[in-house]
């Protein structure tokens, strides 16, 4: 069971969670891929202090990747969507 730290591995900023985030008050992150709703809920509340709305999670497996003959496999890991209550927001995603 992964520790508060360990939870939350990165925030994801990408083209579509940038959109996400002007839209809507929705915030990607790439978690743990044993962590569950509730401990990504506890770990975003407690990191940012910031009160969580909702949180939506996919597994993504990984890619296969060749190098030469030798074929080899990135990682699997896991997305987490993290919705903040209005008037929240998480200041490393602005700017």
């Known amino acids: 069971m992964p520790t508060l730290h ?3 591995v990165r925030p994801l900023i990408t083209e579509k969670s940038s959109t ?12 743990h891929p044993l962590a569950s709703k509730p401990q990504i809920r506890a770990a975003i509340e407690k990191l940012f202090g910031v009160r969580v709305q909702g ?4 597994n993504h ?24 209550a209005p008037g929240d927001s998480i200041p490393i995603f602005e700017g």
């Open 55 to 58: 949180v939506w999670t996919s």
């Open 20 to 31: 996400a985030y002007q839209d809507r008050v929705e915030y990607t992150f790439e978690v």
């Open 6 to 8: 360990e939870t939350i």
């Open 61 to 84: 497996r990984g890619k296969v990747k060749r190098l030469g003959k030798t074929a080899g496999r990135r990682p699997n890991w896991k997305k987490a969507i993290v919705k903040l």
